[in-house]
DNA sequence: CTCAGATCCTGTGCGC
DNA sequence: TGCGCACAGGATCTGA
């Protein structure tokens, strides 16, 4: 389900029931996830205010009066507000019961998400620590991803993935990405130089930002915590678009396997680097 | 160090 | 209709 403008908007979605809330009880049904969810989690939840919701990077940050819960969606997670007495359905693993009455419910079908609980200083947890810039922040900008991509012979899509060089960029928005800078993602990420990243990296904010604008991209099971669908996947141009024609040039969009994920790619407007004026 | 591939898990959609 | 297979929005680990 997510990349950053999903857990964006799903972080943005569920805020207003649950701040200044307290936690009065959790449920536990399914503690196997990608990391185990705590077993004393209700001891540590229990009676604490939920004090601020944030992002960093595709983690959900719950500040609560004393401690963090740490949440990560996975590939198949979602979160959603509901009513204290309805019957949880199949894959509802957790639940945080709230002191308004509502309960917050998280459901992640490939169990691929976590729930952590930390004391103090999220930013130091091993898994916050090494992470790259926000894509969206000005840390983020062509200077730093031209250096950090010096005598890098990985693929650039696989490198704009990676969340020690930016944190965010999932499959769908590195494919799309890569195509609305007319760069080939199996092109080596040393082999591009300035003028390349100056394109890319203000249309990877664009993408992500247009994304988060239109509510996400709902490919399947993705509905923000009022219902609504992500639309922006009526903007996707190459992404789940094999064989069909692109939409600048009629050439059929193909696909290659990249650092194991499908990439989509116009083979017309997006050449292979050493046939451009690179 | 770098990079490709396997891996965790369940659901869906396709070809036969 | 049913079966087997490939693939799916992520991130980590292994090993070449």
Redesign the pocket.
Known sequence: ???LP?VEITGRGISPFLLHQIIIGTVIRQQ?L?VAIPSELNQLCVGKEIKAITRR??YLLLQLSEGYLLN?L???GHLRIVSQDLAPG??DHLDFLLNNGHTLRYND????GLWLYIEKSPEHHP?LAHLGPEPLSEAFNSAYLLNRAQ?????IK?FI?R?DIVVGV???YATESLFFAGIHPQT???KLNQYDFDKLVPIIKQVLQQAIDAG???????YAADGKP?YFVNQLQVYGRKNLPCFQCGTSIQ?I?L????SAFCPNCQPIAHATSR
Do not use: V, Y
């Open positions: 389900m997510p990349e999903e196997q990608r990077a595709k990560h996975g590939m198949s199949k894959h079908p490939r169990r691929f898994l005598q890098k012979n990985q693929n696989a993935m969340n999932g499959n769908i080596p990420a040393g996400g991209t709902t490919l399947r099971d993705f992500g696909t396997m650092g194991g994920r499908s």
